[in-house]
């Protein structure tokens, strides 16, 4: 059974940088595509950036490019998003997930069919 438990999230501040923590178990870790979707009150689930461990590439979504890194460590089955420079537009449950599709760069997050964890909530205040 797939399984992600979130860490991390809390409240700062704008321009303050928060890193949350995603523990994975059920699948092959080293060649999944695992990343972090989020979701605001009343909007659309957003990809924010996925990790392919399969060949290392990494995606970001345009909102976040510059300001979020993905990382992972394989010894302990868990990636990363260290976000800096916050703004009151990322305040979002924030969700790890697998599996992931890339279209033009961009990271496109299971909808229907796929694994996701309980989500986090990350509040970025002005």
């Known amino acids: 059974e797939v399984q992600f438990v979130e860490s991390g999230g809390g409240m700062v501040q704008a321009g303050g940088s928060l890193r949350l923590s995603c523990a994975a178990s059920g699948f092959t870790f080293d060649e999944a595509a695992i990343g972090w979707f989020r979701q605001a009150p009343g909007k659309e689930r957003e990809g924010v950036a996925c990790f392919d461990k399969s060949d290392g590439s990494k995606y970001y979504g345009d909102s976040v490019r510059g300001r979020f890194t993905i990382s992972s460590d394989n010894a302990k089955n868990t990636i990363y998003l260290q976000m800096n420079n916050l703004e009151p537009e990322d305040t979002a449950v924030y969700y790890c997930?697998?599996?992931?599709?890339?279209?033009?760069?961009?990271?496109?997050?299971?909808?229907?069919?796929?694994?996701w964890g309980q989500g986090i909530q990350v509040t970025v205040s002005s």
């Open positions: 997930a697998t599996p992931w599709s890339v279209v033009g760069d961009i990271p496109i997050p299971p909808e229907h069919f796929g694994s």
